[in-house]
């Protein structure tokens, strides 16, 4: 059972509490671990009675949760649920908020800011005027925090004015997922892999994050963010920290982020021509997914009609570390593309004198292939001696599926997310010196880009990405994995 608390949830009409928040406390509810004084509020600036927004709520949980949905468990979630009518920018709005907590300092206060990064600013001060944020207080800022380093310097200075760093929680939700967390207990808890993970025994790793949509209902937020800001300078770049980091000295939050720290500091920066070589950019033009013909970027509604906003990005990381100097990481993510998969690829380096008849492996004789989504599972490829005569080699695979090893249903990201901001577990969020790191190494790959104008590169809905994709990794004479 969690502690009493009252979440605020920002943005409360908005598709991230529709469409995740909501469903992961109703399933938090059913599971038994909220107590019956916990409370939950949508704030946004509709003007919306509590039945209202309670019957909203259940439309999208209904669709969202399917057969999870149970109408006897929903009425006794919605009686913890209500709505309060704010304007982000009007303090005089707050003191709705103020009357609804007055009488529970005791009580923890969750405030979620599902909104434009540009208004956490706005929020927080107004909360503080409003007296409402208590030593109790914790605050999720939903991501990408700022545009660039300056931009989310400025955020974080205004939130930190009023919240400590330990009551600030940046969130990614990629760091909830249950196979990121058995990523952490693959690398510290056992010992098989330690001796194997670093060069000379390593030949490369590749980390994927790929989308079947498009920008949906996003058109404006993503064309003045892009796949760079959105999906790199987060989820893969904490996908990375994961698997480059040292072994902490223990499971203490701060020691998990010191290590991460590390890795980005570590990440040789990419700057001026080294831009162009190391990188790619791509967005989509009218395709084919699912057996779906689907419009182009520049046809999607709320897009700028000459946009030059990349929907798809690969580039070659390196690490300057004496675990893995000359090891190059490739990081890809896009939208429209051939299937929903997000996938972490080990390939280990071949044995130095093959005495059997081995079979052509293009992509390297021993992989681990970790995959978080559709289904989440660990695949290690070795060779075995393939029946008969003769000594050949065959691929073969030793697969852990998650879901059918366990038996239970994994907890979603947000689901973990939200309990471990409840419960004042840092672990799984980003640190103010972490996100500054990233930005930094980030927005010179911006800034080499808009210097030699590199303009995206078309490429088909439903393949895998502009063909430069392919010859980025090629000309270290490897290639993406989906594509052997």
């Not at 010992?191 to 993970?197: I, K, Q, S, Y």
């Not at 997000?342 to 492996?361: N, Q």
């Not at 990201?413 to 990233?438: C, I, Q, S």
């Not at 078309?458 to 430069?468: I, M, R």
Request: some cysteine; charged content about 25%.
């Amino acid at each position: 059972m969690l502690p009493s608390f009252d979440m605020l949830l920002f943005g409360g009409t908005g598709d991230l509490v529709t469409r995740k928040l909501l469903p992961a406390l109703y399933r938090r509810h059913v599971a038994g671990q909220l107590t019956d004084e916990s409370r939950i509020f949508g704030i946004a600036r509709s003007g919306l009675e509590r039945a209202d927004y309670q019957s909203q709520a259940e439309h999208a949980c209904r669709e969202f949760l399917g057969a999870e949905f149970d109408a006897d468990h929903w009425r006794a979630f919605a009686t913890r649920l209500d709505y309060v009518r704010v304007d982000a920018d009007r303090p005089q709005d707050y003191g709705a908020i103020a009357a609804l907590l007055a009488g529970r300092e005791a009580v923890i206060r969750v405030f979620f800011f599902s909104t434009a990064s540009n208004l956490f600013a706005t929020i927080s001060g107004n909360l503080a005027r409003a007296g409402v944020v208590t030593p109790l207080s914790r605050v999720v800022l939903e991501k990408p925090l700022g545009t660039d380093v300056a931009s989310a310097d400025l955020i974080n200075h205004a939130v930190g004015s009023i919240f400590a760093e330990s009551q600030i929680y940046r969130i990614d939700h990629y760091l909830g997922k249950e196979a990121v967390q058995n990523l952490m207990a693959l690398r510290f808890g056992n010992a098989l892999f330690e001796p194997l993970w670093r060069r000379g025994l390593i030949k490369h790793v590749q980390i994927t994050v790929a989308e079947e949509l498009g920008v949906e209902r996003r058109g404006h937020f993503y064309d003045d963010t892009g796949a760079l800001r959105d999906m790199v300078q987060n989820h893969l770049l904490q996908l990375l920290c994961i698997m480059a980091m040292e072994p902490p000295a223990s499971s203490d939050p701060d020691a998990v982020r010191d290590e991460k720290l590390k890795v980005l500091r570590a990440l040789r920066p990419l700057r001026d021509r080294d831009v162009l070589v190391k990188t790619v950019r791509g967005q989509y033009k009218a395709g084919v997914v699912g057996g779906q013909p689907v419009a182009g970027y520049l046809d999607e509604a709320d897009i700028a009609p000459e946009s030059t906003t990349e929907t798809f990005v690969a580039l070659k990381a390196e690490i300057d570390t004496w675990r893995w100097a000359g090891v190059p990481f490739y990081l890809r993510t896009g939208k429209r593309l051939q299937s929903r998969t997000t996938e972490l690829v080990v390939t280990f380096d071949e044995v130095p004198h093959p005495i059997f008849e081995r079979p052509p492996a293009p992509e390297g004789a021993n992989l681990l292939v970790i995959r978080l989504q559709p289904e989440e599972s660990i695949t290690l490829t070795i060779l075995a001696k393939n029946p008969g005569e003769g000594m050949r080699l065959k691929p073969v695979s030793l697969a852990l599926d998650l879901g059918e090893t366990f038996k239970t249903r994994s907890l979603d990201a947000y689901e973990r997310l939200l309990m471990d901001t409840v419960k004042g577990n840092l672990t799984l969020f980003m640190r103010r010196d972490e996100l500054d790191a990233a930005w930094r190494w980030i927005d010179p790959i911006i800034a080499g880009w808009r210097q030699f104008d590199e303009r995206p590169k078309s490429y088909l809905a439903g393949s895998w990405g502009p063909a430069a994709s392919s010859a980025l990794i090629g000309r270290d004479g490897f290639e993406w994995h989906d594509e052997i």
